[in-house]
T-cell receptor, first 112, second 114 residues
Framework: GENVEQHPSTLSVQEGDSAVIKCTYS??????FPWYKQELGKRPQLIID?????GEKKDQRIAVTLNKTAKHFSLHITETQPEDSAVYFC???????????FGTGTRLQVFP | NAGVTQTPKFQVLKTGQSMTLQCAQD?????MYWYRQDPGMGLRLIYY???????DKGEVPNGYNVSRLNKREFSLRLESAAPSQTSVYFC?????????????FGQGTRLTVV
């Protein structure tokens, strides 16, 4: 079955710096890769997603890249702000089963 | 639209007791999911349902059962609760996977088994 690995588990950056979180997946049948942000005590919410026919997608300060051959995808946050502090999850969805598997999460701390 | 609604929000059970977590969505989504979230373990898939009338095991199905009652509702049952099932449980839903759309989450149920 699908397995999604996520690194690092914790990440501390200075305000204004960039942050990068990386994920790998195992099932080549996966074709949709969302990223979720979860603030303390709240539900996960989608921040950006990418489909398998696209290599990169940007939305203001966040971007996601996908390398289908290597089966890895990454989240890039530029000009980080204290409000970016949260836990971030990557995920992969299998096109044939609709199964949605998450990584183990990255706790991002942005220091002023 | 309420989105995805879970009940209850909090629950304390004694070991061996049973309970059902309820989930309902009003977005006409085909797919529904149950996850558990433990510190350092991320969101682990318990069961999912790709359409009304179908259910499939996820990564950690042992000790749980599910029912896709209709298109709107997907319940999770613990037949004999164990302390290892202490966790935060999230229900989620999305449109058919072929359309590759966002999964929306409920507010979560914090379950403690003593």
């Amino acid at each position: 079955g699908e397995n999604v690995e996520q690194h690092p588990s914790t990440l501390s950056v200075q305000e204004g710096d960039s942050a990068v979180i990386k994920c790998t997946y195992s099932d080549s049948a996966s074709n949709y890769f969302p990223w979720y942000k979860q603030e303390l005590g709240k539900r996960p919410q989608l921040i950006i997603d990418i489909r398998s026919n696209v290599g990169e997608k940007k939305d203001q300060r966040i971007a996601v890249t996908l390398n289908k051959t290597a089966k890895h995808f990454s989240l890039h946050i530029t000009e980080t702000q204290p409000e970016d502090s949260a836990v971030y999850f990557c995920a992969a969805r299998q096109i044939d089963t609709d199964k949605l598997i998450f990584g183990t999460g990255t706790r991002l701390q942005v220091f002023p | 639209n309420a989105g995805v609604t879970q009940t209850p929000k909090f629950q304390v059970l004694k070991t061996g007791q049973s309970m059902t977590l309820q989930c309902a969505q009003d977005m006409n989504h085909n797919s529904m999911y149950w996850y558990r979230q433990d510190p350092g373990m991320g969101l682990r898939l318990i069961y999912y349902s790709a359409s009304e009338g179908t259910t499939d095991k996820g990564e950690v199905p042992n000790g749980y059962n599910v029912s896709r009652l209709n298109k709107r509702e997907f319940s999770l049952r613990l037949e004999s609760a164990a302390p290892s099932q202490t966790s935060v449980y999230f229900c989620a839903s999305s449109k058919n996977g072929q359309l590759n759309t966002e999964a929306f989450f409920g507010q979560g149920t914090r379950l403690t088994v003593v």
